[in-house]
């Protein structure tokens, strides 16, 4: 008996071992960047990447922010309109290829499937072309436009897998009840649809906003995305290289995306594990 | 309150599919009670959602109060229907959901809730009415989805198996309330179930499926008594009817099917019938309650000695099994018969309650013989 408890706080211990490694170690970039941000250049280029910053200053974060708010902003007037838009649209997609089939309706959910496996490289000549013709050319709506279109396959498939799980006998009542097809949807379908709607929101987002391709191609000057302000920051040849400035706007352009999952993190889990819903 | 009449009604689900339901033809008058009973994949969820316009059907007509509907939208046919899932609306209160089809029909606030009230108080779900449905009990649920059919106050009711998912005792408790219920309202039913005992009990009429025919539409005792094949004999009636394989052979007219039980064997009468019978595969049905136990020589029924092989004794009946003609055959005893596995048994049959099938087709055959020349048969029987 006593053995046994001695083994397993043993094995106990182990694991807790491991995990605090992996822990370490997931955490030492985040911890080089946060130090890194905090100190003077001259503290940069004698101490190591660990050490504690000699002086802790913020000049680095103001710096930063200077150089990309703008960009931020780009960032969001990009993500929140796109994030909305796909998200509505891939609801309506799935509550028809769910509820409403059509004959071919399968055929057409399996094409659509085939875009969440497109390399974004593939579709950026076609993409481009197509916002010349359409004028939006270096736009921020054409970018929008862009990644609407490209998130569609992703909203599209978890909002149909998430309502084929929905009795069939729900829209059916409702039809008998006198409801059409976007009275079900408002009043019915939509309201039991939280958790994939957030799983939805938060994936758009993190897509969305990290994203670097779409934003160097479609966008140029004052309207690009701060992945690509980042980039353009990060790689100038002139002048010392400021790091403390680099990492701060790393992290800046990080932020929205950590907060999203504090925020919403929750019904991320709940939605990816949603399965049957009790009628 | 509203007649339903289906005309030849036919469907499909495409050219090369087989069809699901053939030239549907049965008509109910107002206030009727139609059980559409068979075994699962005959088409009768079909025909319930034909009826009610979920489905579109490809061929015929559906008519309530002898208008067409046929084209018509579900919301314009004004029919409520229960689930066997209930479909409760899962984001919405029990008051709510039963509120829902009114408001979309844009009745007044007041009125609305003068009949929540009613449907609640009739239901007795007055004290759920805050409720979510995911906090109700099954049975609650269902009596929610009831009152959602309910509170419109329609021209038709349909209910497709709405007792198979409480559990046993509830199901008979809600049987009687459901029969109770449609004798205080009459609104017009339609009722889809595969258990024969709702169909039994609940109906006026029943129509039992399969394939997507129907193979017989009349009134419970009809069905019962008067089964049109061999299928919706075996599918009413609970412990089922006994089929038992039969050499005919013919005696001065009259037609005596060959009984053997390995101890002894029988002839029984079986009437006048059309030429032609003897030597076909002919399939002799009788029901277990049927065969009694010969109270000694006598009484005039024709009876055989057969070994008991299994008892089951299911409290208001003994059920004992014995071999007839190589098949199993189930009886149905009084409870006080005390016998034991490897006993021998007086058997007796009714022979006016025994029916005759055609082996290859199922079909039933016609004796042509009414119950005198029955009797004849089995004076003449005696006689012997």
């Not at chain 1, 993190?206 to 391709?213: A, E, G, M, R, V």
């Not at chain 1, 929750?266 to 009790?278: D, E, H, I, N, S």
């Not at chain 2, 399969?210 to 017989?216: A, H, N, S, T």
Request: glycine share 10%.
């Amino acid at each position: 008996m006593h053995s046994s408890a001695a083994k397993i706080s043993l094995s106990r211990l182990a694991i807790h071992a491991v995990l605090l490694g992996a822990v370490l170690l997931y955490l030492v970039p985040l911890v080089v960047m946060l130090l890194t941000s905090f100190k003077t250049p001259e503290d940069i280029s004698s101490g190591n990447l660990l050490s504690w910053p000699a002086v802790v200053t913020g000049i680095g974060w103001v710096k930063a922010w200077e150089t990309v708010s703008g960009y931020f902003w780009n960032s969001i007037m990009i993500t929140v309109p796109a994030v909305l838009i796909s998200t509505a649209i891939g609801a309506l997609n799935g509550y028809v290829l769910s509820m409403w089939r059509f004959r071919g309706s399968q055929l057409f959910f399996g094409l659509l499937l085939f875009g969440c496996f497109l390399p974004f490289q593939t579709v950026l000549l076609p993409a481009s072309f197509t916002l010349g013709k359409l004028g939006l050319a270096s736009t921020t709506g054409g970018l929008v436009l862009v990644h609407v279109v490209y998130g569609l396959a992703f909203t599209t498939l978890f909002f149909r897998n998430f309502y084929v799980s929905v009795p069939d006998a729900l829209v059916k009542a409702a039809r008998l009840d006198g409801a059409g097809f976007f009275t079900i949807l408002r009043r019915i379908i939509l309201p039991m649809s939280t958790p994939i709607i957030m799983v939805c929101l938060i994936w758009q987002f993190t897509q969305i906003w990290n994203d670097f391709l779409f934003g160097v191609v479609f966008s140029s000057g004052d309207s690009q995305p701060i992945t690509v302000a980042l980039n353009n920051l990060v790689n100038t040849s002139t002048g010392a290289k400021e790091y403390n400035v680099d990492m701060a706007a790393a992290m800046i352009a990080g932020l929205p995306t950590l907060l999203v999952y504090v925020v919403a993190g929750k019904y991320f889990v709940r939605g990816l594990t949603a399965g049957a819903v009790k009628g | 309150m509203a007649t339903l009449e289906l005309r030849n009604v036919n469907k499909t689900y495409g050219s090369g599919l087989p069809d699901t339901l053939k030239d549907i033809q049965l008509s109910i008058r107002d206030g009727e009670f139609l059980i559409l009973v068979g075994p699962s994949g005959c088409g009768k969820s079909t025909l319930m959602n034909c009826i009610a316009g979920l489905e579109n059907i490809t061929g015929g007509a559906i008519l309530i109060d002898d208008q067409d509907v046929s084209g018509m939208s579900p919301k314009d046919r004004d029919i409520a229907m229960v689930f066997q899932s209930y479909a409760l609306y899962p984001t919405m209160s029990v008051r709510e959901n039963i509120e829902f089809g009114l408001k979309i029909r844009k009745m007044p606030q007041a009125a609305i809730d003068e009949e929540v009230a009613r449907v609640a108080k009739l239901l007795q779900i007055e004290h759920l009415l805050a409720r979510k449905p995911a906090q109700l009990s099954g049975g609650q649920q269902q009596r929610v989805a009831m009152g959602r059919a309910l509170a419109r106050r329609p021209k038709l009711y349909l209910f497709d198996e709405p007792l198979s998912n409480l559990d046993a005792k509830l199901r008979v408790e809600m049987r009687t309330e459901m029969k109770l219920m449609h004798q205080r309202l009459k609104t017009t039913t339609v009722y889809v179930t595969h258990d024969q005992i709702e169909a039994m009990t609940l109906g006026d009429k029943v129509a039992v499926m399969k394939d997507g025919i129907i193979q017989q539409f009349g009134t419970p005792q009809q069905i019962y008594n008067d089964p049109a094949n061999q299928f919706v004999a075996s599918f009413i009636g609970s412990p089922p009817m006994n089929f038992i394989p039969v050499r005919l052979a013919r005696q001065d007219g009259r037609l005596l099917a060959l009984l053997d039980s390995g101890q002894a064997r029988c002839e029984l009468p079986l009437g006048v019938a059309a030429e032609g019978l003897e030597g076909r595969e002919i399939i002799l049905g009788i029901r277990p309650e049927q065969i009694t136990q010969g109270t000694g020589e006598g009484n005039g029924l024709p009876g055989i000695r057969a070994e008991v092989q299994v008892t089951e004794p299911t409290g208001p009946d003994l059920l004992v099994f014995v071999t007839l003609n190589q098949t199993k055959v189930c009886c149905r005893l009084a409870p006080d018969i005390t016998c034991r596995v490897g006993d021998s048994l007086n058997l007796q049959f009714d022979p006016a309650r025994v029916l005759l099938f055609d082996a290859a087709s199922g079909e039933r055959l016609g004796l042509g013989a009414g119950n005198a020349s029955v009797k004849d048969n089995v004076a003449h029987f005696k006689s012997r």
